[in-house]
């Protein structure tokens, strides 16, 4: 952009750039701009309701006319593109713009109910805003306004006031444009127009809260939020979402101690300006179920301790444990805290044993990581997906794993991107972003890309093609040994997408078995010398490689390690019982926010502070650090990492504690120069038993305990069913619709059968976790294994 | 001198088997066809450019530089679209030539279809004439029938498919972005402009939209030449034009007749104002379009003398009112179907015609407030030019053209209603017969 304060002044040459004079100021734009953008530049605000820069242009609210030299009538600035030598009139030095403007407003304001002291939009409200500038002190009309029954549910979640809404099309266009769920329409017409959704098909989207953020007026309201607060007595904190790996930015309001809402922050790299439901509504959990103290077991009952005698309590067990020490760290720990976590095992209790897969693993897996992943610099990110030629996801559903990424990617196939899934069936998802499903057997993913089709190779080898893998590869033998060949072969770029927002971090920081930070091998003297520095210890004082995934959890059943150190863990993750194997080991401690199946067999529990309540980073997918900040600055529980430095003082042994401590000591140790592991794990198969095999991941929506406490959220996951061919259920004797009972090796889920004609034969699809198909806990078996299907409900 | 009639489209509507194809052939129906089948498309396009044929519709674009904006060699189908939804207050044409010679417009629709290079013609017909929707599926029938519609018409290579689509009862559905996305199967709201119909319109396809009236006259443009028809009507407004007059007559319909002929001559045509009666105002083209008086009955009929009066000559289908007729309620009227028939889409047309009929069915009952005037005509400013179609413009003419020649029956309505000031009675066709 270039300004220059006389009109017609020389200019920038670039051919790229038009030149165009606003108000008598002249700006260079790139040609295709938009009037209203140009304007923006020179900070002329024009009025606009309708107009949203992600959105294509409507023109429908008029709210923006201005005036343009030679063009007889008044023009939309939000729909007119810029041309070479334009002269625009802004409401600024055109009286026709001007009054353009206030009669558009007047008719605006005309049947907009004077709600505004109890609206949710009040004090934030573009109408309000705009009112002021461009609207009338005193309405010329006394005749009744049009009024509708209010509010109605649009979903569970999204409210609608009819008689507030301007008809802008903002959500309108969000749900067909962005999201792809165009099930919110404008309904009727003229002076009756409305949006709406068909009676038997509510706004079932998992973006539905965007389009609340979006709506210039008060219509769009959530069911969460309505009532609970006025937005000029909320105190907003940039923060970054923690439930899943796409990295958004976030920004979470709150009053008097309570967090009233979250709302989807600008990060036109990450998520531009959205967010998932999720992301936006299921932090109820951080203020419900908590755990206030410290608790230690005492004749089989936990009972409630002070901090030092718990810390000390914990210590001791833990040293007398020492190396026999296994840690376990979630998935959603924060950078900071994985370190800590990677630090302690090896600094104080001198294991390596530690691995921060809280989920079905492998062993390939873990080689995978440590040689492609662990502490590589941002190789793909969000812009190369949207600039990519060809996707290929292997074991990966982005619009319940990483939604961000499902935006993005659904953008770019609207831009000719070709998305191909590598899958059992063509899901919702893969449908919108006119994706093309590969046909491949749940946990046989590593023979359907060694037969990939050729043009499907061909694709992938556009400069700028992507392989996405999804945490379901750990489940499928051979696929990452098959990812990276293809990748070698194609030049195709790699990505692996974590669900978790901390798996990335914790991978990175070396919360995984045979890795110091930054992906540092733990056997290769470099490593352990860096290491050993920043730690200010002996090299030779570091474990060696210890075990990690089913190694480990065996190795606690075994009765071969005699404590557990378990960090924000859920048990139900795991594909066994992770209850039963902790039950191998004489001591565990526990630290956690909230109750949960280890707490309950802890001998210690130390409380710990969830993401509001500290300051933190994660690593998103692509490797970007979303770091955010302490939203309550008086909170009570400290970090994860400010725990394990008690229990390390407790040794005279010195670890930081603070995340600037944290982040100053990870920075010092720099990135990892040196050798990587290579990438040769053993040969694996799968022997899954004959019978049909069992698709199934976590929905977006479901029985995650993040999710909890948000009735209107659960409300709008998807319903649960079984999916099956068409031919595969008539194979099995199944009907077509109705229940059926899915049987694995220690149970059976009973739940309606859905045909899906796109699925592959001799495969049937649960969601993993959702309301009445818990799939581990459940079945016994998981993604990939054989089940058995029967026709009818289980008794 | 009298100007005379011309009746050309209108020629035959006495033949009671007109609709048919024989009825048709035997007037000399489809000679056009084989005509222009023989010709260079693209001399069809330079004819009716010639010819100087304007749009019937309403707006008078001329159609043959409408035709050469479509691009070709592009690559894409191109599609011709009748605008066959007429629905605007007070016009009664292209029904009528739909039911009295349907086979004009087939045939027209083959020519102009061959001429674009669209081998996909549809005709939107308003929903709420079914008869007339069967009359030209009808028709349509019979051309496939004699391969006049299909694969390879008459050996020449040409292939069309003409589909006949009933509409569902907007009005907006005439605006012809709105027709293509109702054609699409959407809501019909008007669409973004640029891209224009002629470059992106059906399908994202180059696509032709003309009224019936229009495509009606393009065979005998073609059979009779240019100089024909530019030995009707004026220099900017040649050839004739199916005039509808309706309203307080001794004889309301059709007249076919050159364009300039004046509506003192299409009155005389049309027996005279009833007995007893003259004219208090009248348009010239459906209720769009601005008002004129008696003192306008000697302007020609054209497209530039319609212009310079401060009207438009519109669809042509002059509505004239005797002095019975209050000014207010007519307004009141017309924007009561505005208001019922704005799409929502743009704030000034949706809100603007709302509440502007609120405050003219004050008016209606004596109710009005002296500053409301005021208020309705700045609110009419703030929708002309403003909204995103011609509909919200239409809504905004009648109330300022009224008050240009009729203020003060606004301002007597300010205490006085409309039924008191105008006895409906007598301005109902049987008021002369004594029924009350």
Not at chain 1, 568 to 592: C, M, Q, T
Not at chain 2, 345 to 360: F, Q, S
């Amino acid at each position: 952009m270039t300004i220059t304060n006389e009109p017609g002044a020389e200019l920038d040459a670039r051919p790229d750039l038009v030149s165009v004079i606003v108000d008598g100021v002249a700006v260079s734009v790139p040609a295709g701009t938009l009037v209203i953008r140009a304007a923006e530049m020179l900070g002329i605000e024009i009025p606009r309701f309708c107009d949203h820069p992600l959105l294509d242009p409507v023109a429908a609210c008029r709210a923006c006319l201005i005036e343009i030299d030679g063009v007889p009538k008044p023009q939309p600035a939000c729909a007119q593109v810029v041309s070479d030598g334009m002269q625009v009139r802004t409401q600024l030095s055109s009286d026709v713009a001007r009054e353009a403007q206030e009669g558009v407003m007047e008719f605006l304001l005309l049947n907009h109910p004077l709600d505004c002291p109890v609206c949710d939009k009040g004090g934030e409200c573009p109408l309000q805003n705009q009112a002021m500038s461009v609207g009338r002190p005193e309405s010329r009309f006394t005749e009744g306004k049009r009024t509708f029954e209010k509010p109605i549910n649009v979903s569970a979640q999204v409210l609608l006031d009819r008689e507030r809404c301007v008809s802008c099309a903002r959500c309108t266009r969000f749900a067909d444009q962005i999201a792809g769920d165009s099930m919110l329409e404008l309904l009727e017409r003229g002076a009756q127009q409305q949006v709406g959704t068909a009676d038997d098909e509510p706004f079932d989207s998992y973006f539905s809260g965007n389009t609340i953020q979006i709506c210039p007026v008060g219509a769009l309201t959530s069911a969460t939020y309505r009532f609970r607060a006025r937005p000029f007595d909320l105190v907003s904190v940039p923060t970054s979402c923690e439930h899943c790996a796409s990295g958004c930015s976030l920004r979470t309001d709150y009053r008097r101690s309570t967090i009233t809402r979250r709302l989807a922050w600008d990060d036109p790299q990450v998520n531009e300006e959205w967010n998932c439901d999720k992301g936006r509504f299921a932090f109820s959990y951080m203020q419900q179920g908590r755990i206030e103290w410290p608790m230690v077991r005492e004749d089989g009952e936990l009972r409630i301790a002070s901090w030092p005698e718990a810390i000390g309590v914990a210590a001791q067990g833990l040293r007398a444990a020492g190396s026999d020490t296994a840690v376990l760290v979630g998935g959603r720990s924060t950078v900071e805290d994985a370190y800590a976590y990677a630090r302690f095992a090896r600094v104080a209790l001198g294991t390596d044993d530690i691995d921060f897969r809280a989920r079905a693993s492998s062993d390939e897996e873990r080689d995978f990581l440590a040689a492609h992943v662990a502490g590589s610099p941002m190789r793909v990110e969000y812009a190369d997906l949207e600039a990519a030629p060809a996707v290929l996801f292997v074991a990966f559903e982005p619009e319940d794993e990483s939604p961000i990424v499902f935006l993005r990617l659904r953008k770019a196939s609207a831009s000719g991107t070709q998305v191909f899934s590598l899958g059992s069936g063509a899901s919702r998802g893969l449908s919108k972003m006119n994706g093309t499903l590969i046909p491949a057997t749940p946990g046989d993913e590593a023979s359907a890309l060694a037969d990939l089709p050729a043009e499907i190779r061909e694709a992938l080898r556009a400069p700028g093609a992507v392989i996405m893998m999804g945490e379901r590869v750990a489940s499928a033998p051979g696929a990452c040994v098959a990812a990276v060949a293809l990748a070698q072969e194609t030049g195709a770029a790699l990505a692996w997408v974590p669900r978790r927002a901390g798996e990335r971090g914790a991978l990175d920081a070396g919360a995984l078995a045979g890795l110091l930070p930054g992906g540092r091998p733990i056997d290769d003297s470099l490593a352990r010398q860096q290491s050993a520095d920043a730690w200010g210890v002996d090299p030779s004082s570091l474990p060696h490689r210890g075990l990690s995934g089913d190694a480990l959890l065996t190795s606690l059943r075994s009765g071969a390690r005699r404590a557990a150190l378990v960090g924000g863990v859920e048990a139900a993750d795991y594909p066994d019982d992770l209850v039963a194997s902790l039950g191998g080991v004489d001591f565990v401690v526990s630290i956690e926010n909230h109750h949960s199946a280890v707490t309950g067999i802890a001998d210690v529990v130390l409380p710990v502070a969830v993401v509001s309540e500290k300051a933190g980073t994660f690593l998103d997918w692509e490797g970007r650090p979303r770091p955010f900040g302490q939203v309550f600055r008086d909170a009570i529980r400290d970090s994860d990492a400010a725990v394990l430095a008690m229990l390390a003082e407790e040794w005279q042994i010195s670890a930081p504690s603070s995340v600037s401590e944290l982040r100053a000591e990870v920075g010092r140790m720099g990135p990892w120069t040196g050798a990587r592991e290579s990438f040769a794990p053993a040969a694996t198969t799968h022997a899954p038993g004959t019978g049909i095999r069992l698709a199934t991941w976590r929905q977006l929506l479901d029985l995650g305990v993040m999710q909890e406490g948000e009735p209107h959220l659960a409300a709008t996951a998807r319903a649960t069913v079984a999916r099956m061919s068409g031919a595969t259920a008539a194979r099995h004797g199944l009907p077509a619709s109705g229940q059926v009972s899915i049987h694995g090796s220690s149970g059976a889920i009973s739940v309606d059968l859905e045909i899906d004609d796109s699925m592959i034969d001799d495969v049937v699809w649960l969601p993993m976790n959702s309301e009445g198909s818990r799939v581990y806990r459940d079945l016994g078996v998981g993604y990939g294994d054989a089940v058995r299907v029967t026709r009818g409900g289980q008794a | 001198m009298v100007t005379p009639l011309t009746p050309v489209i209108t020629e035959h509507w006495d033949r009671p088997d007109l609709y048919t194809l024989d009825g048709y052939r035997a007037v000399g129906g489809y000679q056009a066809l084989d005509k222009a089948l023989g010709s260079d498309p693209d001399d069809i396009i330079t004819t009716v450019k010639d010819a100087g044929l304007r749009g019937r519709g309403g707006a008078g674009f001329p159609t043959g530089l409408k035709w050469s904006f479509v691009p070709q060699g592009d690559g894409k189908p191109h599609y011709l679209v009748v605008n066959a939804d007429e629905s605007e207050p007070g016009a009664c044409k292209d029904i009528p030539i739909m039911m009295a010679n349907p086979h004009a417009l087939i045939e027209g629709v083959i020519i102009t279809s061959f001429a674009i290079r669209a081998n996909h013609a549809f005709i939107y017909i308003r929903g709420e004439v079914p008869n007339a929707v069967r009359k030209v599926e009808f028709a349509v029938k019979q051309a496939r029938e004699a391969g006049l519609i299909g694969k390879n018409i008459k050996g020449s290579g040409f292939d069309l498919d003409v589909v006949v689509h009933s509409g569902a009862g907007a009005y907006i559905c005439g605006e012809e972005t709105a027709l293509l996305d109702s054609l699409e199967g959407y809501r019909g709201q008007p669409r973004l402009k640029p891209p224009f119909p002629a470059v992106a319109g059906l399908y994202s396809s180059p696509t032709v939209i003309n009224n019936v009236e229009t495509i009606a006259n393009i065979p005998y443009i073609v059979d009779r030449g240019v100089e024909w028809f530019r030995g009707f009507g004026t220099e900017k407004s040649p050839g004739f034009k199916v005039f509808a007059v309706s309203g307080h007559v001794k004889r309301p319909g059709i007249y076919e007749a050159p364009l300039g002929i004046t509506m003192r001559e299409l009155l005389d045509y049309a027996g005279g104002m009833r007995d007893g009666s003259s004219v208090k105002f009248w348009l010239p083209g459906g209720s769009s379009v601005p008002m004129l008086t008696d003192e306008h009955l000697d302007l020609p009929l054209t497209y530039e003398a319609m212009a310079e009066a401060g009207t438009m000559l519109g669809t042509g289908t002059p509505m004239v009112f005797d002095q019975t007729v209050s000014v207010v309620k007519a307004v009141t009227r017309w924007l009561e179907f505005y208001k019922h028939e704005s799409c929502g889409k743009c704030t000034p047309c949706r809100e603007g015609t709302y509440w502007i009929t609120g405050v003219l069915e004050k008016f209606e009952h004596g109710q009005g407030q002296q500053a409301e005037m005021e208020t309705l005509t700045d609110l009419c400013g703030q929708i002309a030019g403003r909204s995103f179609c011609a509909l919200g413009d239409a809504a905004a003419t009648p109330y300022p053209s009224a008050m240009k020649y009729f203020s003060e029956e606004f301002e007597t309505s300010t205490h006085t209603s409309a039924d008191e000031q105008f006895d409906p009675i007598a301005s109902y066709v049987f008021a002369a017969a004594g029924v009350r």
